[in-house]
């Protein structure tokens, strides 16, 4: 291995332009509004299966660079805030340097606050490389790249003291770079929900929720044979009741539960065998129903410890285009040591159903890490991460372990 000749590098790097500590004062602020902030992070990281890989796993010391700036808009002079945020990923490995990559994000997020109106907005545009590594789109000895948009645009408007409502329209598309085997999306989701004051902790919620979604073509090869999946449109509903604010004492959060439904089109199947095409055929996607569930509690035991729990059922889509059931739940837990110190672990667990085959997947993940601030500019912390998917389907599962360093600079 090369480590030894490239070590010092992310070494330097990480003390000169070493996430993100709010308390920081700005690079350079401009009249009374306008902040811009510096801010930077290097980190190092081993992962012991590069590519998430069943059979042949990889493993290599990864190198981040991440130079960014922030531009806050807005401060203490109006109802309305405005940050822009950009970051850029300069990425190298050790030994498998053909993964070398550079990355671009930008993000801006936008909140208005008014005696009846609370309006937040996020656009965002992200390039990303990875490994799938919840099972959905890994690729045996690559690494999927994609270039990712978001937008959304959601508002609550209180009618009375007791009664609001809210909506918004969200959109996301994810765009796969030369990856034919994966679907690329397009999503568009309109919730609506109406609020009743309960008591003044405490909002009952009945809801409706809207998504339609764009599932790309994808093309499956190998030496002999291909099989081409045509693109599809897919609707899903959900209607819903819940709650949200100061559930119990030191539990706080939201929850969403009712039924969803999922209707597909279906696809036309062209299949070449050496070339020559096959007799088309279209797959046979049927309407689905299921119990539906979004929540997030937090959950304060003591001032110094947090515990986070998330909790989701739905519909989505694989990396493949197939449409999938997912369960999710994820815990966890922040305990604050001292001023200086804090310790995080967490524990994740998703099961995907496929649509159209038997395929069952199993993710795993758990982790834990340790972070140390010594003033408002600085962030240092070290982690270890496990991921494993426990799947049915031949060469999806795979097991990996993650430890990194890593420090973080906001000026």
Known sequence: ?????????????????????????????????????????SSVQWQSNVFYDEADEQDDIKFTVSPGFEVNVGRGLSNLDLSIITRYDITRYDELSELDTEQFHIKAISSYRSSRWDVNG????????????????????????????????????????????????NYSDRQYQDQESLADRESFKIPVDIFYELTPKVDLSVGYTYTATDVGETKLEDTVNAREVGSYDQEGHFFNVGARGELLPKLAGFFKVGYRTSDSDDSSIQTFANGTPGVPTSTNRDSRGTMGLDASFTYS????????????????????GQGTTTTRANLTA?????????????????????ETTDR????????????????????????????????????QGYEAHMVDLSASLRY
């Open 1 to 41: 291995m090369k480590i030894k000749q490239f070590l010092p590098l992310p070494v330097i790097l990480a003390f000169v332009s070493l996430p993100v500590v709010v308390q920081a004062a700005p690079l350079v602020s401009i009249g009374d509004s306008v902040d811009v902030f510096f801010s930077g992070s």
């Open 122 to 169: 996020l656009v965002s545009y992200d390039e990303n490389q990875s490994a799938g590594k919840d099972g959905n789109t890994n690729q045996q000895g690559r690494l999927t790249e994609s270039e990712n948009i978001r937008a959304n645009l959601n508002g609550e408007y209180r009618l009375s003291p007791k009664f609001s409502v809210g909506s918004g329209v």
């Open 301 to 320: 035991a003591t001032p110094k410890l947090t515990t986070v729990f998330n909790l989701h059922r739905g519909f989505g889509v694989g990396g493949e």
């Open 334 to 354: 922040s305990y604050s040591i001292n001023s200086n110190y804090s310790a995080s672990a967490n524990f994740g667990y998703t099961l995907r159903e496929y």
């Open 360 to 395: 069952e997947d199993n993710v795993y993940n758990t982790g834990f890490r340790l972070s140390y601030v010594p003033n408002r500019y600085w962030r240092f912390s070290t982690g270890y991460n496990y991921n494993e998917n426990d799947s049915n389907a031949q060469g």
